[in-house]
């Protein structure tokens, strides 16, 4: 079944609220670009109060331009806005941006403020500002993103922000990181030697992105779809086809992946979603997603509980059909191990590692089967909490025969081990070394256990 994952804001960050969410789910999202790091603190006190188990994942401000107004500001259908710093004398509306604006295409038409929801057609821009004319009436919420089509962001930049925010937060108890804008793969591993211990999630959300995710997904712990932000920047046209190929290598790579933005959104005026969310989330399950992520729905709605009450009783009735991907060609580490296992019959497979990468190469043939984890890595432990696949964990520590130990580690939880299938399968994999045994799958059968 897919997971949950809630982003706590200001109306949801008290402790009844917090008890409620975890009844549903065990994963919580802080973001970084919202709020003082005060208050992320105490957030994530009160997450632990509520939920000691939690995961927490704390999303980084990236360096994407933000306005910078404290105030909602009615924009009009028609009015000329200038965003960024404007020339001597402007009489227009100007509204500042926190960041500079990225390189981007010059002939570019149009641009968009909140995750795309609100297009402006271009009348000017320069290197520290642009000038739209909105194409509707709405109010702009205080520290709403801007995106301008095919944009780069500078890299350098970007990795500084990250250094920064990861010093003032390193002390704070938290599980992961959402990593935003992430447009190569070099950039993850800068972040990973900073904080080994942390689980990366990086999020693709522009066109430089897409073309190189799968470098990004090598590199990542797993993989957030920010549909709002891609969508801006590459255009609506762009964004299924960048959705199916995002997807098909992430799960090719054995990895999870997260879906973002407007998953729900008409239930924050309403008490069902629409059709079309409807369908949006059936097509998540449809491609292998592991994860559905709310935001403003459960941040900063008054209906959180409703809404997370909802989407878990409809997550009960989709039924993923993901099926391992041929699009992305992967260098699997033990190849004849995993194309052994991918012929067995559906049943659970144990699985023993110690770096975590045989649970990633287990998942790229086998997406939708149920593992039983046997390792002493915490941090393989805790991305396994995202996927949506059934994962028992029994800790163990990985020595230089950990096979002798296993007839007795099925006998202590044939209860739970056998609970569903009439046989397990149990894989070792590791490189030749004088005193490591032969890489082997063993089958186990419950009558063998007295079952």
């Given at each position: 079944m897919m997971k949950i994952l809630v982003t706590i804001g200001p109306a949801s960050d008290d402790q009844a609220s917090l008890a409620e969410f975890s009844k549903k789910t065990k994963l919580f999202r802080l973001n970084g670009s919202h709020g003082t790091l005060d208050w992320h603190k105490a957030a994530i006190s009160s997450i632990r109060k509520a939920c000691p188990d939690a995961f927490i994942l704390m999303d980084i401000p990236g360096i994407k331009p933000r306005t910078n107004n404290v105030?909602?500001?009615?924009?009009?259908?028609?009015?000329?806005?200038?965003?960024?710093?404007?020339?001597?004398?402007?009489?227009r509306l100007s509204i500042g941006l926190t960041k500079d604006l990225p390189k981007h295409e010059k002939s570019f038409t149009k641009f968009s403020?909140?995750?795309?929801?609100?297009?402006?057609?271009?009348?000017?821009?320069?290197?520290?500002?642009?000038?739209?004319r909105?194409?509707?009436?709405?109010?702009?919420?205080?520290?709403?993103?801007?995106?301008?089509?095919?944009?780069?962001?500078?890299?350098?930049?970007?990795?500084?922000?990250y250094k920064s925010f990861i010093n003032k937060v390193k002390t704070m108890d938290i599980d992961g990181l959402g990593l935003s804008f992430v447009?190569?793969?070099?950039?993850?591993?800068?972040?990973?030697?900073?904080?080994?211990?942390?689980?990366?999630?990086?999020?693709?959300?522009?066109?430089?992105?897409v073309r190189n995710c799968i470098d990004i997904i090598k590199q990542s712990d797993g993989i957030m779809i920010d549909r709002g932000d891609l969508a801006a920047e590459i255009g609506l046209e762009s964004l299924y086809d960048a959705i199916e190929t995002i997807s098909d290598h992430t799960k090719a790579h054995g990895k999870p992946l997260v879906m973002a933005t407007e998953n729900l959104e008409t239930m924050l005026e309403r008490e069902v979603p629409s059709k079309s969310e409807v369908m949006s989330i059936a097509h998540s399950a449809s491609i292998g997603v592991d994860c559905i992520m709310l935001s403003e729905e459960t941040a900063t709605a008054t209906s959180g509980h409703e809404i997370v009450n909802w989407l878990d009783r409809f997550l009960k009735t989709c039924t993923r059909m993901n099926c391992p991907k041929s699009s992305s060609t992967i260098s699997l580490k033990f190849p004849t191990v995993w194309n052994a296992l991918a012929g067995l019959p559906n049943m659970p497979v144990?699985?023993?590692?110690?770096?975590?990468?045989?649970?990633?190469?287990?998942?790229?043939?086998?997406?939708?089967?149920?593992?039983?984890?046997?390792?002493?890595?915490?941090?393989?432990?805790?991305?396994?909490?995202?996927?949506a696949n059934k994962i028992t964990v029994v800790p163990?520590?990985?020595?230089?025969?950990?096979?002798?130990?296993?007839?007795?580690?099925?006998?202590?939880?044939?209860?739970?081990?056998?609970i569903k299938y009439d046989q397990l399968a149990a894989v070792y994999v590791s490189r030749y070394v004088s005193?490591?045994?032969?890489?082997?799958?063993?089958i186990f059968d419950k009558s063998d256990f007295g079952l």
């Open positions: 105030d909602n500001i009615h924009i009009s259908k028609g009015q000329e806005i200038v965003f960024g710093d404007p020339a001597s004398g402007e009489i403020v909140n995750d795309g929801q609100f297009e402006f057609d271009l009348i000017s821009s320069g290197q520290n500002y642009v000038v739209g909105s194409r509707s009436n709405f109010t702009l919420l205080p520290k709403k993103g801007i995106n301008l089509p095919s944009s780069i962001y500078d890299e350098v930049q970007q990795s500084e922000i447009q190569t793969g070099q950039l993850v591993d800068q972040i990973r030697n900073l904080a080994p211990k942390l689980v990366l999630i990086s999020k693709v959300e522009n066109s430089e992105g144990i699985i023993m590692t110690k770096s975590g990468y045989a649970l990633f190469e287990y998942f790229s043939v086998k997406p939708e089967s149920d593992a039983i984890l046997l390792t002493d890595n915490q941090k393989i432990v805790k991305i396994s909490r995202f996927f163990l520590t990985i020595d230089h025969a950990p096979l002798e130990r296993l007839w007795e580690i099925v006998e202590n939880n044939k209860d739970d081990f056998f005193t490591a045994r032969a890489n082997s799958i063993t």
